[in-house]
């Protein structure tokens, strides 16, 4: 289990890192679409001075992370050295892959397929508690040494590069890239809060000892009994919380309003449970 426990971030942060790579090779850099970030960097320099932009992402994206570890420590040093490594490695490899070039003629296509893999994979990287390495680190800096909030550094530098980009770029490709960029930051938010989704049930009821019960050992679902007071009545009294599965859900409802009709019940979807009876195998002879 702690071999597994310690792959799984190396394996999020590998397959991050190649959908990255692959999504610039062959939808951005194909169809001169704008980009931020390193990628954006590389583009700029690319532009004005021919330099190779795989060899401009590998030798920038070591510099920053020297410069991270140095001044944010070994363990900012160890999350990194793999997106440091892997994503140039990828990015050059999948730009000699002719069939990668050419992978369709619409640019709109490329655009929404770049921005759904690169923010597939940029929050695959920081769902593992890891940094993709190279324009992630000034922002860091700034918010160590100035108190400025990350996202706002992170910001401000892509901002910065599709500005740059504009002056070369016709008027479609940099509306394309603005597509790109908009769901590259979506899908990012949606794989950070993605996760074995669970319903939360909050159940206010003058039976919830009944309640309480059927779910115990007619649902088998783990929950936890809440202090409450009404507002109008002041009565003192429990309220039932519970996560549970989606597929559960219809099956406790029915269960809930046979035992009382009139309770109260508040549903809402959370995104990621740990801890005993969900991460954590839950056995009723366990000790809490």
Known sequence: MKLLHTLKPIAAVVAGNILVAFAIAAFILPKNLIAGGTTGLAIILNHFFALNISLVVLVFNSLMFFVGAALLGRKFALTTILSTLIFPTFLTFFRTLPALQDMTDDILLSAIYAGILCGLGVGLVFRAGASTGGMDIPPLLMNKHFHIPVAVGMYAF???????????????????????????????????????????????????????????????????????????????????????????????????????????????????????????????????
């Open 158 to 288: 892509d901002v910065i590069f599709l500005l740059v980009q504009a002056f070369f770029s016709n008027m479609e490709q940099i509306l394309y890239g603005l597509i790109m960029v908009f769901l590259t930051s979506m899908v990012i938010n949606k794989v950070m809060v993605t996760g074995t989704n669970k319903m939360q049930l909050f159940i206010i009821s003058k039976k919830y000892e009944e309640i309480k019960e059927a779910l115990l050992f007619v649902q088998d679902v783990g929950l936890t009994m809440v202090n409450i007071e009404t507002a109008f009545e002041g009565v003192q009294q429990q309220a039932v919380l519970c996560v549970v599965e989606q597929r559960k859900l219809p099956a406790i409802n029915e269960l809930v309003n046979q035992i009382d009709p009139f309770a109260f019940v508040i549903i809402g979807q959370v995104h990621e449970v740990a801890g005993k009876g969900f991460t954590l195998e839950r056995t009723h002879s366990q000790a809490d």
